[in-house]
């Protein structure tokens, strides 16, 4: 009887714990908070003094004993404390009701270790939850793409986030097979700020390398991106873009400086994790059992997350695999989106969640 009230009237929450961002979303009110996982810290007093937007305005601008921090590495918790902090922040944020705890779903990379799940569970208890859900991210992608994961058909995820690429064949509720690669949106940024420094002795930021990659990156040429999404003003205008200036301190004299960068120029730079990108992809595909295959050609390959939204890489990856391949609607929330499915219908979905009872301690 106490649960079925505490189900009724507590906020329960999703929350797509990502290594660039964090996104919270709220049953009956849908996403709530879209902030990047940064917490700003004072190092000689160890007091936060920020967290999400205003943290991530600090980056690279801050006096040396104040830094903003990133707790989350590869969609893993790298510092506990500063993640239990975060989290409790954006629950504390997302809730209306403070008088009832709320069950918690938290999206976590496929094929993470039982440590880590119980870290992320002890975390979302800490921060004041009152039951920790656990679900895999390219399962609550593509529950978000609102693909038919519990029919018996193949379904083919791509969830490229800042920290991992997850790569997952889906059939009957549960990950037929799955990848996971350390090479997503973060590993993008660095590529371009190799590229600056190897190229042009231009000592770059994270911030303007995600500009650049935002502003005039394609993993295709974009003469081909643009033909493909004609039918898009917007886009259309975005992507005729083909150069950008970019900014930093010449390493040879030590002044600023700034240099005009190319599309194509910034597509060379990340040609390499792009392609690993894809052979991770088709390394999937080839292991993939024949039945499923034979859907995922009729169904196609369905890319989700932030990494996504690079221009042409889905003609790239339809070049490579001979599979129709599309970026789904609004890839960014996908992962957080389907959480929130799963949280609005939690007796119909449940068997989707990652089994987490072998994480609770003895009694």
Known sequence: MLKKFLSFFSEDIAVDLGTANCEVYVRGRGIVIQEPSVVAVNQKTGQILAIGQEAKKMVGRTP?????IRPLRGGVISDFEITEQMLRYFIEKARRRKWIPPRVIIAIPWGVTEVEKKAVIDAGKSAGAREVFLIEEPMA?????????????????????????????????????????RIAGDKLNEDIIRFAQEEYKLLIGERTAEAIKIGIGSAYPLEASEHHRSNSKKEGERVSKKE????????????????????????????KSI????????????ETPPELLADIMANGIHLSGGGALLRGLDLLIKKETKIPTKVIEDPMTAVVRGAGMVLENLDELHEVLVETTELEAPK
């Open 64 to 68: 040396g004993h104040i830094v903003a």
């Open 141 to 181: 992608a593509a529950i978000g793409a609102r693909l038919p994961v519990q029919e018996p058909g193949g379904n083919f995820i791509v969830d490229i986030g800042g920290g991992t690429t997850e790569v997952a064949v889906i059939s009957l509720g549960g990950i037929v097979l799955a990848k996971s690669l």
């Open 244 to 271: 950008m200036p970019m900014r930093g301190r010449n390493l040879v004299t030590g002044l600023p400086e700034e240099i005009v960068v190319k599309e194509e120029d910034v597509r060379k730079a990340m040609e």
């Open 275 to 286: 392609m690993q990108i894809v052979a991770e992809i088709k390394s999937a595909i080839e």
